[in-house]
Nanobody, 120 residues
Framework: QVQVVESGGGLVQPGGSLRLSCSAS????????MGWYRQAPGKQRELVAV???????NYADSVKGRFTISRDNSKKMVWLQMNSLKPEGTAVYYC??????????????WGQGTQVSVAS
């Protein structure tokens, strides 16, 4: 049974930082691409960042230079370090699994999501 669980969301002021965590189980973690998507109110879900087992990454242009995705295959964990957060970063953030192992393909599994709110 696949389980994907996010944590670390919350309220942060503009310019602040937040670190999201994701634990996963039920599949061969080291063979999968892991990612973060987000959905802002009234908008479609969008890719934020994806990381392959090799460490190769893909970021949305809007977060490049501010967000960093990382993973630990031995711990089956993924993190998203978010710096210099902007109000438009307010969204539900989802941890995702792509069992095919692509940098931009549709995820195979989704977590329940964690709310991130950026406001003063």
């Amino acid at each position: 049974q696949v389980q994907v669980v996010e944590s670390g969301g919350g309220l942060v002021q503009p310019g602040g930082s937040l670190r999201l965590s994701c634990s996963a189980s039920g599949f061969i973690f080291s063979q999968c691409a892991m990612g973060w998507y987000r959905q802002a109110p009234g908008k479609q879900r969008e890719l934020v960042a994806v990381i392959l087992s090799s460490g190769r990454t893909n970021y949305a242009d809007s977060v490049k230079g501010r967000f960093t995705i990382s993973r630990d295959n031995s711990k089956k964990m993924v993190w998203l370090q978010m710096n210099s957060l902007k109000p438009e970063g307010t969204a539900v953030y989802y941890c995702t699994v792509d069992t095919v192992g692509r940098l931009s393909g549709p995820p195979s599994y989704w977590g329940q999501g964690t709310q991130v709110s950026v406001a003063s």
